[in-house]
Nanobody, 121 residues
Framework: VQLQASGGGLVQPGGSLKLSCSTSESIFSSRGMGWFRQAPGKEREFVAGISWSGETTSYGDSVKGRFTISRDNAKNTVYLQMDSLKHEDTAVYYC???????????????WGKGTLVTVSS
């Protein structure tokens, strides 16, 4: 399964950015999806997860209230809307597909290549 993430770029603090992650694989609609990020010199961290139906979501503490994960199963695409961006949100963002209908800190089967988000004035 190939996951293609896009939408990264340079944004000013307080700004917004929307990431997308798509695949051509029809299994997308039956799998949980997640977004992770890795900043320079830091470990990869969980950002957000969404169940196969989109009914259940959760977020890392550092992004709660600012980021929103969503999905469109008809387009095989998961999104990450990022608002009120901060310098500390600068990282490479990765999407991941889980091996089940759900998501968590484990169980990721496939990873996208990542898209760089830089928050700077």
């Amino acid at each position: 399964v190939q996951l293609q993430a896009s939408g990264g770029g340079l944004v000013q603090p307080g700004g917004s950015l929307k990431l997308s992650c798509s695949t051509s694989e029809s299994i997308f609609s039956s799998r949980g999806m997640g977004w992770f990020r890795q900043a320079p010199g830091k470990e990869r961290e969980f950002v957000a997860g969404i169940s196969w139906s989109g009914e259940t979501t959760s977020y890392g503490d550092s992004v709660k209230g600012r980021f929103t994960i969503s999905r469109d199963n008809a387009k095989n695409t998961v999104y990450l809307q990022m608002d009120s961006l901060k310098h500390e949100d600068t990282a490479v963002y990765y999407c991941a597909m889980y091996g089940s209908q759900w998501y968590g800190l484990r169980g990721m089967d496939y990873w996208g290549k990542g898209t760089l988000v830089t928050v700077s004035s």
